[in-house]
């Protein structure tokens, strides 16, 4: 090695150690070093000391040693990896889509890459292949496959006969109702069931697609027609929009350009501890219940199970509890079907006191083993049930095969953060005017979307028929049609054919509420109210009247006094209150009034006597 001018230098040479000191003048041959070291001396790089002998021997060996198992370990660690990534342990987040071309990545280091713990829904199917056919450029586009979606589109060729219009939905299926997926097809038979094909309490067939699968074009002749029309890109999903630029980025890397769009994402269930964090072999035995793969999924299981726990005590829990049971009893099966929630009884956050607890005792009495306030505080596998820790005391525990979430839902509004849209604070959802318009040609419907209520304030529903008026009114806009947005939509939920309600408006079990019932006959049921109108969809048999009186048979009042215990509750109106005007109603097996409620909330004002309003829904007219 080149020495430098007063620099002390060591030489390992045939494994003895030479110091000495060098110095500018040295010459190549050094009398104080032995002759026969002299070969070894060098000035210069190219002359550098390569090892040899022994020493290079056993430097080669360890050398080798060293390298196998840096190989071993680097084999070793990569294998792992991809073992616990294909189990679903760990999973790759990649970041969200840059929301312009010229913004500029953040640090890598800033992101999270990785996310622990399985889910409890399934991936989603979304194909990161390149569409072909794609269109470059669409007048209306959609994003989103549901009720909203399809009122929306229907509204848009109502309105532009030749309009082209491109739906892009996450799931594998064509638009389809939900809320038979908790109601009638439970009760219809297993021949129909694998058919997606459902009988209504009055008998009459009827499938949960809004359209036969020959409505819709093809994806590769839509932009040739003359006509136009409707065009579903399954299993796709939108990652970004540049509402300023009128682009749309597709999660397989796709752009397509668009003049008007509409946001129809909808929801998802939420899931709450212990199940979040539970290992995955738990989170195999639990459904987050939504879409038609969970209830092909839970009416698979319900053939097999021996015990099936619903985890919620709103609409949706109550509704598959009574299902579940219902078809145990069909098919004389020994399932067992278990229903846990806080509150103190089945739709505590939506009904009075009295009639939760009527509500309750029915559901019991449709074979529900019904468990009110009641909290899972921990979850395990032991052996082939889940245990489920509650929060009774007394370290009670049920043993369970399966677990169905059924805890509310989460508006989908992922879009938010990669395309600078506002999400409200208070309800989520895309915050809109009174258009339903999120920024300019761009419209938000459904469950995601948040507006504004001229009588309510704002809100953000989550039922059927918000779903169709919202997305019909957003077609309508989408075509030049600039109207508000002030329909009170209505929701409705059935415990089997012979209970069931309507309701309208905000329900809180927390406001003062008025009820008035009366006995009720065979025709006060959802049953006789399908066979009545022939129509299951009840928000769809709505029809307005404009004039509202109270009939002779109702011109005597009946003095008010509290619940009593016993107090049959067959049919009745419950008014919501709030600072004394009406601001919800529930109709229980009073069918085909809604036009009445919305009246009522419509007009917003206080009243003496709700008696004398509740004459107006004739509750006593098939007793003359």
């Not at 056919?133 to 989103?144: D, H, N, T």
């Not at 409200?424 to 999120?438: C, I, M, P, T, W």
């Not at 002030?486 to 309600?501: A, E, N, R, T």
């Not at 009406?582 to 206080?606: C, D, Q, T, Y």
């Amino acid at each position: 090695m080149l020495s430098l001018c007063g620099v002390r230098m060591s030489r390992l040479v045939g494994g003895k150690c030479w110091n000495r000191l060098n110095t500018c003048r040295m010459s190549h041959t050094d009398h104080n070093i032995p002759e026969k070291y002299q070969k070894f001396r060098t000035g210069h790089m190219d002359e550098a000391l390569l090892p040899f002998g022994s020493w290079k021997e056993s430097y080669d060996k360890y050398q080798r040693k060293y390298n196998r198992q840096l190989a071993l370990s680097l084999l070793f660690f990569g294998g792992t990896l991809v073992y616990i990534y294909t189990s679903g342990v760990i999973e790759l987040v990649l970041p969200p889509p840059l929301r312009d071309d010229n913004q500029k990545p953040t640090s890598k280091w800033s992101k999270k890459w990785f996310s622990f713990g399985s889910p409890l829904r399934d991936r989603k199917s979304s194909s990161t292949k390149e569409v072909s056919e794609l269109p470059q450029s669409i007048p209306y586009l959609i994003i989103g496959g549901g009720t909203a979606s399809f009122a929306a589109f229907r509204s848009i060729r109502a309105n532009d006969p030749k309009a082209k219009v491109l739906v892009i939905s996450e799931e594998d299926f064509y638009p389809y109702m939900r809320p038979p997926l908790s109601k009638e097809l439970w009760f219809s038979g297993s021949d129909l069931t694998k058919k997606l094909t459902f009988k209504q309490w009055n008998g009459r067939e009827r499938t949960v697609f809004l359209e036969h699968e020959e409505f819709y074009i093809p994806l590769n002749k839509l932009m040739a027609s003359e006509t136009g029309g409707v065009s579903v890109l399954k299993n796709q999903s939108v990652v970004k929009l540049d509402a300023t630029e009128r682009k749309a980025y597709l999660d397989n890397g796709q752009i397509v350009s668009y003049d008007k769009c509409l946001i129809a994402t909808g929801g998802k269930p939420k899931n709450i501890e212990p199940f979040v964090s539970a290992d995955p072999e738990v989170q195999k035995r639990v459904i987050l219940y939504r879409d038609i793969k969970d209830f092909k999924r839970l009416e698979e299981i319900s053939q097999k199970a021996k015990s099936i726990t619903i985890v919620g005590g709103g609409f949706l829990g109550s509704e598959l509890a009574c299902a579940l049971a219902g078809r145990s009893q069909l098919t004389k099966s020994s399932l067992v079907v278990n229903q846990l929630f806080p509150e103190d009884g089945n739709m505590g956050k939506v009904l009075p006191q009295y009639l939760c607890q009527w509500t309750t005792n029915k559901v019991k009495s449709e074979g529900v083993n019904v468990l009110p306030k009641t909290l899972v505080n921990g979850v395990q596998l032991e052996g082939s049930q889940l245990s489920l820790s509650l929060s009774t005391g007394n370290s009670d525990k049920l043993k369970t095969d399966y677990v169905v979430l059924a805890v509310g839902l989460e508006p989908n509004t992922q879009l938010a953060e990669t395309s600078a849209l506002e999400v409200d604070e208070s309800f989520g959802g895309f915050r809109v005017n009174a258009e339903l318009e999120a920024r300019t040609n761009l419209w938000v419907a459904g469950d995601a979307s948040c507006f504004y209520d001229t009588k309510l304030g704002r809100r953000r529903v989550e039922h059927h028929d918000h779903a169709v008026v919202s997305g019909r009114l957003a077609g309508e806009n989408m075509t030049g049609a600039h109207k508000p947005y002030w329909h009170q939509s209505m929701f409705w939920s059935d415990l089997g054919p012979q209970v069931g309600y309507e309701a309208i408006g905000i329900v809180d079990s927390t406001l003062p509420t008025v009820g008035v019932f009366a006995k009720a006959s065979e025709r006060d049921t959802p049953k006789a109210a399908v066979e009545q109108t022939d129509e299951g969809i009840r928000s769809e048999a709505d029809k307005p009247q404009d004039v509202l009186k109270p009939t002779k048979s109702e011109s005597t009042s009946v003095a008010p006094r509290p619940p009593q215990p016993g107090d049959d509750f067959g049919k009745g109106i419950i008014f919501y209150l709030r600072n004394n005007i009406v601001v919800g109603i529930v109709l229980w097996n009073v069918f085909s009034r809604m036009h009445i409620a919305r009246r009522v909330i419509n007009e917003g004002k206080p009243y003496d006597d709700l008696n004398e309003v509740a004459k107006l829904f004739e509750l006593h007219s098939d007793d003359d």
